[in-house]
């Protein structure tokens, strides 16, 4: 055998060699490199937008449909035109409730923490539960026969700004206390007014919690009660003519009776007038006494 055949055959071996080495070692450690990750790991999760149906049931008695009252984020104004089946679903209510005395409605509107309440009322998911109310009144159903209530939900999500139906619906008995409620709330109304103050010659509105649930207080009695009526009476300081202090007391009155009203309160329901600067509670000699007797003040009758 020459030195060349020699040689070549060694390379050979080393060749062999490092090929076997390779497969029995090297292949196991690339057996434990983890895989990149898939493109479907790392692509976030869309939320589900909220949805709540137009839905009520008792016993036998229940309906439902996908469609409900709708809302902009931070509004309280029910999205038009509303489905059809939610005027077929009114209409199934109205005859439950004419057949069954003793029941009523519960709405209960939703809304989140982050939305901002422009309303009257304590917070938005009442003043929803409200425009509800009011849009079944129209179509015929007492509101002696429908109660409203608000409830924070902050998991909803909205879809393109609208938050579709957060409003849900229950049928229940009336309470058996209901009369001695009614009595307290009204008693509650009475010895402690709505009192609203403005700047001079100003007619603007900005509610405390407090006076949003002396609204609240007074749009549930006037619901409960038919023949119940409120009483808007507007005031002034001294400053200026009687006769146009007069005047701007009424322009007080009426601009808070529209307030109300578009805050669900029934135009049949609000009485106005004006005492002008002949009631001050407080005297006109300081700057915070005339601020104490630039206001309108709206009880029960």
Same mark, same amino acid.
């Given at each position: ?29 690339? $057996? ?40 902009? #984020? ?13 005027? *077929?679903?009114? *209409? ?10 003793? @029941? ?15 309303? $009257? ?6 003043? %929803? $539960?409200?425009?509800? @109310?009011?849009?079944?009144? +129209?179509?015929?159903? +007492? ?15 909205? =879809?393109?700004?609208?938050?579709? /139906?957060?409003? #849900?619906?229950?049928? +229940? ?16 109304? @009475? +010895? ?31 619901? @409960? ?14 400053? /200026? ?7 701007? /007391?009424?322009? %007080? ?15 049949? =329901? ?18 915070? /006494?005339?601020?104490?007797? %630039? ?7």
């Amino acid at each position: 055998m020459t030195r060349t055949t020699k040689y070549l055959l060694l390379m050979l071996l080393t060749i062999l060699l490092g090929t076997y080495f390779y497969i029995t070692c090297c292949s196991e450690c690339g $057996a434990n490199t983890p895989e990149p990750p898939s493109q479907e790991a790392i692509i976030p999760k869309v939320p589900e937008v909220t949805s709540y149906p137009f839905a009520f049931s008792d016993g036998d008695y229940a309906y439902s449909a996908n469609e409900n009252f709708n809302f902009n #984020t931070s509004s309280s104004d029910v999205l038009m035109p509303l489905g059809a089946s939610i005027g *077929t679903g009114i *209409t199934s209510l109205k005859g439950f409730l004419s057949e069954n005395t003793g @029941k009523i409605i519960n709405v209960t509107g939703y809304f989140k923490s982050d939305e901002t309440n422009s309303s $009257a009322y304590p917070n938005l998911g009442l003043a %929803r $539960a409200i425009a509800v @109310k009011n849009h079944l009144v +129209s179509n015929g159903i +007492s509101s002696a026969r429908i109660n409203t209530m608000g409830k924070l939900m902050d998991d909803m999500i909205a =879809k393109d700004d609208v938050y579709l /139906g957060p409003i #849900t619906y229950s049928l +229940s008995g009336e309470s058996e206390t209901a009369g001695e409620e009614l009595k307290a709330l009204y008693d509650t109304i @009475k +010895s402690d007014p709505l009192v609203l103050y403005f700047n001079t010659a100003e007619a603007s509105i900005n509610l405390s919690e407090q006076q949003r649930q002396k609204v609240a207080n007074i749009s549930r009695y006037l619901d @409960k009660v038919e023949d119940a009526t409120v009483n808007v009476v507007g005031h002034s300081d001294n400053t /200026g003519l009687a006769s146009t202090n007069q005047k701007l /007391g009424l322009n %007080r009155a009426d601009f808070a009776k529209a307030y109300l009203m578009r805050n669900g309160i029934l135009e049949s =329901k609000i009485n106005i007038s004006s005492l002008g600067q002949t009631a001050p509670v407080a005297t006109n000699d300081t700057e915070e /006494g005339r601020s104490k007797n %630039r206001r309108t003040v709206v009880t029960l009758n």
